[in-house]
């Protein structure tokens, strides 16, 4: 089973739409990531979203933790063609008894505009 | 730019033979963090070294082993290859210093493995 439930899976759209991409799991995260990775690349950090109910802005892309914190989305306003990507969340697991965690990964959105 | 390199960018293997993936950690960070990225999904942790220790390992067989270096460097190794073991392989490395599980892990470009 999936910890980390993206959605949706792929997602086409036309250059100047909007999209939220949703981050969803049953497990609180002490932080929770966004990724884009293009092909045959590792993935290039966007945000990392630590407090409950957060909110943050890079450019056109708005992020958000739940307050929660088992949960989170992407929006993109205007999407344009240079949007086009893979986007992964990663939640870290809220434990230390091992003095260690690892990020959870979801599948993934894949993401294209059309000009 | 992460600062975080690996090597070889790809490489070829056939079943059953051993390989070894290296990576340079971004300068200062002590943490490095191992996974598998199979086609068409998200990373799968490995294991994580902090202090040339293992401090965390995910569902993964012994067959894959890793160690880190002094310098924070780091190997990834996997005996007895699969064709399952096919697969993107990523480092990442972050500082561990403040509250555990907040420090950002930044990604190395990958080493893409081929088993025949």
């Known amino acids: 089973t999936q910890l980390l439930e993206q959605s949706p899976q792929f997602l086409s759209i036309q250059e100047g739409e909007n999209l939220t991409v949703y981050c969803n799991s049953s497990s609180v995260f002490s932080s929770l990531q966004w990724y884009r990775q293009e092909p045959g690349e590792g993935p290039v950090l966007l945000v990392t979203?630590?407090?409950?109910?957060e909110v943050k802005k890079l450019k056109r892309l708005t992020f958000q933790f739940g307050d929660a914190r088992k949960d989170s989305s992407l929006h993109i306003t205007a999407a344009q063609p240079g949007d086009t990507g893979l986007y992964l969340c990663a939640g870290a697991l809220a434990y230390s008894g091992a003095g260690s965690y690892q990020l959870t990964f979801g599948k993934g959105t894949k993401l294209s505009v059309i000009p | 730019e992460t600062g975080v390199t690996q090597s070889p960018t790809h490489l070829i293997k056939t079943r059953g033979q051993q390989v070894t993936l290296r990576c340079s950690s971004q300068?200062?960070?002590?943490?490095v963090s191992w996974y598998q990225q199979a086609l068409g999904q998200g990373p799968q942790f490995i294991f994580q070294?902090?202090?040339?220790?293992?401090?965390g390992r995910g569902n993964f067989p012994p067959r894959f082993s890793g160690l880190q270096f002094p310098n924070y460097s780091s190997e990834l190794n996997v005996n007895a290859l699969e064709l399952d073991d096919s697969a993107l392989y990523l480092c990442a490395s972050s500082f561990r210093g403040g509250r555990l599980g907040r420090e950002t892990q930044y990604f190395g470009p990958g080493t893409r493995l081929l088993v025949l």
């Open positions: 979203v630590v407090t409950g109910g």
């Open positions: 070294y902090y202090r040339e220790e293992e401090n």
């Open positions: 300068s200062g960070h002590n943490t």
